[in-house]
């Protein structure tokens, strides 16, 4: 998508900023970062143009996208980011190049040749840097909430045995008797063909490859489509919507914050998985 040149309007920033990107992850500090500096910069340039730090911003106003950022940090709860963690992932976000010292991607091996590369395209699209393990930690989050909404729930069920179909996760009797399959799919939108359609493209996608036979098992269907920067497909927001509802119930006392406690450990699951494929391939 659009340039590769480094995103000068996100360097202006972080040299402001810079000084805090040593500083540890504690909780105090986290904060800090999120109410002060982080929100002005994620809502900076409304983006006129095609760019891919537009897009990039762009993405990052999407709803949800981050979430991750609000959560209590905790060890407990296991919401407390490592140094490493978190100064990846800051500077994923602010589109600056990840390490400057590699210039090769550390798990196939293919040289990093722009700056976009090096700062997360290139890792986020390797299959050998864990391309398929990353959504198995939004499967194991989404789990989790299953089973905190009361739902049970199975993970790598076979929905059409001749195809060697199967889904990520089953939730039984979600909605009206009819069991629910979700298949989860993290994308690139920065170098997908499609730009923004990305995600509506990935759902569309996914339910022609599995809302057929799932249908045929007296189930229904919904894909979880998510952007690496935290962004949802149109469809997937619903479902999750639905699902975080159940998990919160009717008579909870305080239904805003808990949903809010969900929606940040799925956006804190994303943002894990992101930056595990950037320390794969980058560091
Ligand atoms: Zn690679």
């Not at 929100?39 to 730090?53: E, I, P, Q, V």
């Not at 407990?76 to 590699?102: A, K, N, P, V, W």
């Not at 499967?139 to 909404?149: F, G, I, K, M, P």
């Not at 799919?185 to 920065?190: K, W």
Request: hydrophobic content about 35%.
């Amino acid at each position: 998508m659009g340039s590769t040149s480094e995103p000068c309007l996100a360097l202006a920033h972080y040299h402001d900023f810079n000084a805090y990107i040593e500083i540890q992850p504690q909780s105090l500090e986290q904060h800090y970062w999120v109410h002060a500096k982080l929100s002005r910069l994620f809502h900076y340039n409304r983006g006129d143009d095609n760019s891919r730090d537009s897009f990039r911003m762009k993405l990052m106003r999407s709803d949800h996208a981050n979430d991750w950022l609000l959560i209590i940090p905790s060890k407990q709860l296991g919401t407390l980011l490592t140094t490493i963690e978190f100064r990846y992932l800051l500077r994923f976000r602010l589109g600056l190049t990840i390490s400057s010292s590699t210039n090769q991607c550390n798990c196939c091996h293919r040289s990093l040749l722009t700056l976009a590369d090096n700062a997360g395209d290139h890792a986020l699209c390797c299959i050998k840097a864990g391309y398929v393990r990353r959504h198995y930690l939004l499967c194991n989050e989404v789990r989790y909430l299953l089973t905190s909404a009361g739902i049970r729930n199975s993970s790598e069920v076979y929905v059409d045995h001749q195809r060697s179909l199967r889904v990520d996760l089953v939730a039984e009797q979600f909605d009206e008797g009819k069991s629910l399959c979700l298949d989860v799919q993290v994308t690139h939108s920065l170098t997908h063909r499609l730009g923004e359609a990305a995600l509506a493209e990935v759902e569309k996608q996914k339910s022609e490859k599995y809302l057929r036979a799932c249908h045929m098992l007296g189930m229904t269907f919904s894909p979880l489509a998510f952007d690496s920067f935290g962004s949802l497909g149109p469809h997937s927001l619903k479902t999750l919507q639905k699902i975080i509802a159940k998990a919160v119930g009717d008579d909870s006392p305080q239904p805003i914050q808990e949903a809010t406690y969900y929606w940040q450990r799925i956006s804190l699951a994303l943002a894990r998985a992101v930056c595990r494929q950037l320390v794969l391939s980058l560091n």
